[in-house]
């Protein structure tokens, strides 16, 4: 009867134990019951750098919506309002226009790859070697502009970007600051459509022209210096608000270039979190995480690669994700620790 008595009281007093830890237990992450907005470009060699970022979030212990697809003036409206809490593909000085609108709103925080996004314009080398092209501005002569038209409309089809990238807005200044209205046609299509028309046209040995960004897995397909060369600039010309930057467009050791340095036009982009001020307040771990957090550029090379092979489905991408958390475990486990720390 004693010993029945000791173990009814002493299971009471572990039920009182446990009762009273759980709020401890729930507490022990810092975004535990805490969901989370994220987007992510339309442009789809950002997606993997989303499912990384998406799950060190849940590790935090925060549930993560989307992330959801958007372009660039959606996005940073939706962030600038608290709709939206954050992205990890903030490009800068490219989005400058954007964040400088709600610029009290929202922030950059940390770099997911700093200093190495590289833009510009690309044509094939055999054409290059042939015609002797470097520059940009020698499509201004209607005989090289005929070289890449592929509708008979005797303008050079260059690959640019969809509206509502903020490489539409630059391309647009250029094309027109370079006075190649007349003779360079920009393709606004879907980007990954309309290269994979230009890649079939240079399998056939057809001359091709197209912008691009890296990472991206167009410069994986279309190697430079070997299937493709950069084109520089006579001298920069940049949209009013990256005019700062025009000093930076010269850009050392890019293979592919004539030149060294390279003066592509562009400078080279850091890519960073940009996040809503106030989640950023109230989200100290989330904050410390994303300045802590970074990933190579050649492991976003390699795994656009993946993508562009077929292992594109949401089911891939989040097993690339997973992938590279593991092959990364130490690392990523210490940004985790960080965030934590930040939280107390």
């Known amino acids: 009867m004693a010993a029945n008595k000791f173990l009814y009281c002493l299971g009471g007093a572990l039920t009182t134990l446990a009762l009273s830890a759980s709020p401890l237990l729930a507490q022990s992450l810092p975004g ?3 969901t989370v907005k994220m987007g992510q470009p339309t442009w789809d060699t950002e997606w993997f750098q989303a499912q990384v970022y998406k799950k060190a979030m849940e590790t935090l212990g925060y549930t993560v919506e989307g992330p ?3 372009d660039n003036p959606p996005f940073y409206q939706a962030v600038g309002q608290g709709d939206m809490d954050f992205w990890a593909s903030g490009w800068f000085p490219l989005h400058n226009t954007y964040l400088e609108e709600i610029k009290d709103k929202a922030s950059t925080v940390g770099y997911v790859a700093k200093g190495g996004a590289l833009q510009g314009y690309l044509i094939d080398k055999k054409t290059a070697d042939a015609h002797n092209i470097k520059r940009i501005d020698d499509f201004k002569k209607p005989e ?5 038209d592929d509708n008979g409309d005797g303008k050079a089809d260059l690959v640019a970007c969809p509206p509502g990238w903020g490489c539409e807005l630059t391309i647009t200044h250029q094309m027109k600051a370079y006075g190649l209205g007349d003779t360079v046609s920009p393709i606004q299509a ?8 230009a890649i079939s046209r240079y399998e056939q040995g057809k001359p091709i022209f197209f912008y691009t960004w890296t990472p991206n897995w167009t410069v ?3 190697k430079p210096d070997q299937d493709v060369v950069w084109l520089q600039v006579s001298q920069p010309s940049l949209p009013d608000d990256q005019k700062a930057m025009e000093n930076q467009t010269a850009i050392p050791d890019v293979k592919g270039c004539a030149d060294n340095p390279c003066q592509m036009g562009w400078p080279a982009n850091d890519i960073q979190v940009v996040a809503n001020n106030k989640f950023l307040e109230e989200n100290p771990a989330a904050k410390k995480l994303f300045e802590v957090m970074s990933i190579p550029l ?9 993508m562009y092979k077929g292992e594109d489905k949401p089911a891939d991408l989040e097993r690339q994700a ?16 960080a965030a934590k720390q930040a939280a107390k």
């Not at 879907?190 to 028309?197: E, F, K």
């Open 190 to 197: 879907a980007y990954s459509a309309s290269m994979a028309d």
């Open 298 to 306: 050649d492991d976003i090379f390699a795994q656009n690669a993946q």
């Open 322 to 337: 997973a992938d590279w958390v593991k092959a990364h475990q130490q690392e990523f486990d210490g940004w985790i620790e």
């Open 32 to 34: 535990e019951g805490k």
């Open 144 to 148: 090289i502009a005929k070289l890449f």
């Open 220 to 222: 994986g397909m279309l």
């Open 68 to 70: 959801t697809a958007l």
